[in-house]
């Protein structure tokens, strides 16, 4: 099979835990006999330094053509330390998301046997844990009019949604928990909020169609506290824009690190495989960085994009492996045990497959 895939570096650690991603995908496609094409574009800072802008024409029209897009991470202390900076590399995230279409962002969390005692949180609150949060992309506060008024001295960002907007992200939600314990959990703030509540009458109404999910309905901020208490009582979870970054980003410590959770963001067009961690800039060519998250995000892309099993299954087991062995980056290291760099977990992982 020939895997035409999009490969989107970006700025900080990106690059260096994509390298280990690419090994590892190259690997398992000389083991299963597929050819990869990788074709490297540009976005983010590094976007803005050489063509002026975060998410080039160039770079969308290689999206556009690949059958699936594996990115790094963005953005870069120069644009975050500069509040007025009219261009930004996250506005580079938001475009290629809208004009991609990719309105559902698919975050699991999920526990790992031999890593349990690494979390914040208690053992017996956190074990087995597994649930998955579809968090609505394209639209709310972050794509809402904004601006500053009165001179300067008052801001606003509007938060607006659609039903077909919320009608198409719960669509993926219910389905995804019919493959799952079939249940669903809308987070949404409706006592407050109108933009929840048409949230919630909108995904009321499409209970009738998937008759055999259980449905839930909470506020956000019982949410936020449910998750620490006990995560293992959800499964799937939908919510909107905002929410669902603050609440995937809580939910990411339950693991015991930002490191080791992948992510997808589906829609209309190309998908795209990403970890959840940021850019790390004070790590940025240090060779430390945990690449882990963005294996397990080409894992998901072979899964989902390819319907490739059991390569997506060979890339988790291996990973697995590293981890009970202690084959792990700094953040990951019991205290006094050997460390070891980005690029050796990465050859490790490489010569186990």
Request: aromatic letters at 8%; charged letters at 25%.
């Amino acid at each position: 099979m020939k895997l035409n895939i999009a490969l989107l570096a970006g700025d900080g650690i990106g690059p260096e835990v994509i390298n280990e991603a690419v090994k590892v995908s190259d690997a398992i496609a000389k083991k299963f006999n597929h050819e990869i094409v990788w074709t490297p574009a540009l976005t983010g800072a590094c976007a803005i330094d050489a063509v002026g802008v975060p998410y080039p024409d160039e770079t969308h029209e290689i999206c556009m053509k690949a059958d699936a897009v594996l990115f790094g991470a963005i953005g870069h202390p120069k644009y975050d330390n500069d509040p007025s900076a009219p261009v930004r590399p996250e506005q580079g995230l938001l475009l290629m998301r809208k004009k991609l279409g990719l309105f559902a962002n698919v975050r699991p969390t999920f526990t790992f046997p031999s890593l349990i005692d690494n979390s914040p949180l208690k053992r017996e609150r956190i074990e087995g844990t597994d649930l998955v949060f579809l968090r609505e992309l394209t639209g709310g506060i972050y794509f809402g009019e904004k601006g500053r008024k009165d001179g300067g001295e008052t801001a606003f960002d509007n938060c607006v949604y659609t039903r077909a907007e919320v009608q198409r992200l719960a669509k993926k939600g219910f389905e995804l928990a019919m493959t799952r314990s079939k249940k669903l959990c809308c987070v949404d703030k409706a006592n407050v909020l109108e933009t929840s509540r048409l949230w919630r009458e909108t995904v009321q109404a499409m209970e009738k169609d998937y008759p055999e999910v259980t449905v839930s309905y909470e506020f956000v901020d019982a949410v936020a506290m449910r998750l620490v208490q006990w995560p293992n009582s959800y499964d799937v979870l939908i919510t909107e824009n905002l929410f669902g970054d603050i609440l995937t980003d809580e939910a990411s410590v339950i693991s015991g690190s930002m490191g080791l959770m992948p992510s997808a963001s589906v829609g209309e067009h190309t998908s795209l495989y990403e970890p959840i961690h940021g850019s790390y800039p004070q790590a940025t060519g240090l060779n430390i960085a945990n690449p882990l998250a963005t294996v397990l995000s080409a894992a998901m892309m072979f899964e989902d994009a390819f319907k490739l099993t059991a390569e997506a299954e060979a890339i988790r087991s291996v990973v697995n492996k590293s981890l009970e062995q202690g084959i792990v980056t700094e953040d990951l290291a019991v205290k006094g045990a050997k460390t070891y760099s980005t690029s050796e977990v990465g050859d490790w992982l490489v010569a186990n497959l």
